[in-house]
Nanobody, 115 residues
Framework: QVRLVESGGGSVQAGGSLRLSCSAS????????MGWYRQAPGKQRELVAR???????NYVDSVKGRFTITRDNARNTVYLQMNNLKPEDTAVYYC?????????WGQGTQVTVSS
């Protein structure tokens, strides 16, 4: 059974922080890249950050120095710590499990940043 459940979204003012969590079933978490993506209204879904099972990390340039992705392999959970949030970070954030056969997506969690 496949499970990806995000939590931690909400509304904050610019400069604030949020921490997103994504709990996954072991069969899609173990040994796979886990990623956070976001989609703002009227825009395409874009990569925010991704982390391999070995800890290799990629960030989109716009979040470097503000966001941190981590994973807890014992808990099958990936996190996204978001600091110094900006209004342009407003979007629905999705967790993804990038398995060799297919990608799995969570239901998304809304992040709204007001100026």
């Amino acid at each position: 059974q496949v499970r990806l459940v995000e939590s931690g979204g909400g509304s904050v003012q610019a400069g604030g922080s949020l921490r997103l969590s994504c709990s996954a079933s072991r069969n899609i978490f173990s040994n796979n890249v886990m990623g956070w993506y976001r989609q703002a209204p009227g825009k395409q879904r874009e990569l925010v950050a991704r982390i391999s099972s070995g800890g290799m990390i990629n960030y989109v340039d716009s979040v470097k120095g503000r966001f941190t992705i981590t994973r807890d392999n014992a808990r099958n959970t990936v996190y996204l710590q978001m600091n110094n949030l900006k209004p342009e970070d407003t979007a629905v954030y999705y967790c993804a499990a990038e398995t060799p056969s297919q990608w799995y997506w969570g239901q998304g969690t809304q992040v709204t940043v007001s100026s």
